[in-house]
């Protein structure tokens, strides 16, 4: 069982008070909070190891540089990959833009596919978007179940000669919904399609085996498990590392410069031009030791457990509508999307904030999911590890005076 009450002491920012209520933070699919341990590990980097990497004999520039270097290796044994196939990159963005210019783009035709699905988040849509109109290939939308999961039976009898790339989430922003992906790579790698996975949602709640997945890339983010802002992870195949070509260019990645030419250093590195993140790498990794000591399989558990009931009682609650309902194994990462009759998402996420609740209020960069839920916004609350059942039922309980001060006290 998760000590919960330890696991809260090592997060400061939650011992505090807004609008003179106890905080309950529940916006965590947006950024989680950081450890202590986190936080120390960037103090102690920049308080005694500060150096550029790769580049000096120094013995501080050595130190950096196996600090930088183990952590690629961490964060590839935590995801079940070879150290060479880690790309550390600013965040999740920033890994599907470089698989779209530096993979895809060199493979496609002008007539090509490449699919999405109507629950991507912007990040993992817009660069698609870009790279069909440049490419003059045609952007497709994965046909989906009432469950908002790729409906695998029309997959297999879709026409694929055209289709070269399917880029999907993993676990929904919004829906908390994850897709099979299994499945669906069994299927894609049948016909030669690359599947590209935002992995950004999942990454902090289940434990996951990249390679056992057999995708050909997988993006996620830092700050969405307790690591830093400004760094993420792109692991692509060692079988693409020859096809996929730099996207940054400038020091660090090359071999030789010549006058009119360069030649570039072997993967990883020729994919990571000029200054790393190398703090925000190093704090990473110790945001990973800290989910592996207190164990995602555990961690999971506990967050559907506080899925389970908090799923219960909004569905208790008159006037609230759930965006989607599932099994627990479909949607167990703590995200539950909302609307509350007759108000509207942000007036609402403002009354839960002078509660002291923070929850997350829009489109949360999905519109074209929105448009298929017929809603302009919703209410997201989104759980993590240090969240409490106190707080889930506190939650609830905040949940009908909302609704309530709009239905008779506005």
Known sequence: MLNVEQIRQDFPILDQEVQGEPLIYFDNAATTQKPNQ??????????????????????LAQRATEQYEASRQILADF?????????????????????ARSLVQPRLQPG???????????????????????SQ????????TATYQVDLAALQVMDTNKLKVIAIQHVSNVLGIQQPLEAIVAWAHQHDILVLVDGAQAIAHQTLSVKELDVDAYCFSGHKMYGPTGIGVCYLAERWHEDAQPFNFG???????????????????????GTPPIAQA??????????????????????????????????QVEGVTLMAEGPLDQM???????????????????????????????????????????????????LAMYNTMAEVESFIETTRKVKEYFQYGA
């Open 251 to 273: 020091g660090e990645m090359i071999h030789q410069v010549f006058d009119t030419y360069s030649n570039y250093k072997e993967a990883p590195w020729k994919f990571e031009g």
């Open 38 to 59: 986190v936080v120390q590990q960037l103090v102690d980097y920049y308080q005694k190891d500060n150096a550029n990497i790769h580049r000096g004999v120094h013995t």
């Open 79 to 99: 995801i079940g990959v070879q150290s060479n196939e880690i790309i550390f990159t600013s965040g999740t963005t920033a890994g599907i833009n470089f698989l």
């Open 137 to 144: 290939a045609e952007l497709v939308f994965a046909p989906m």
């Open 282 to 315: 190093i704090a990473l990794a110790e945001s990973v030791k800290y989910l592996q000591n207190h164990g995602l399989m555990v961690i999971r558990q506990h967050e559907e457990a506080l899925t389970r009931v908090l799923i219960q009682g909004l569905q």
């Open 332 to 382: 167990g990462h703590g995200i539950v999307s909302y609307n509350i009759d007759g108000v509207h998402p942000h007036d609402a996420a403002t009354a839960y904030d002078l509660e002291g609740i923070a929850i997350r209020a829009g489109h949360h960069c999905a519109q074209p999911l929105m448009r298929l839920l017929q809603v302009p916004a919703t209410l997201r609350a989104s």
């Open 112 to 134: 090509d596919q490449i699919m999405v699905t109507r629950l991507e988040h912007h990040s993992n849509l817009v660069p698609w978007q870009e790279l069909a109109r440049r």
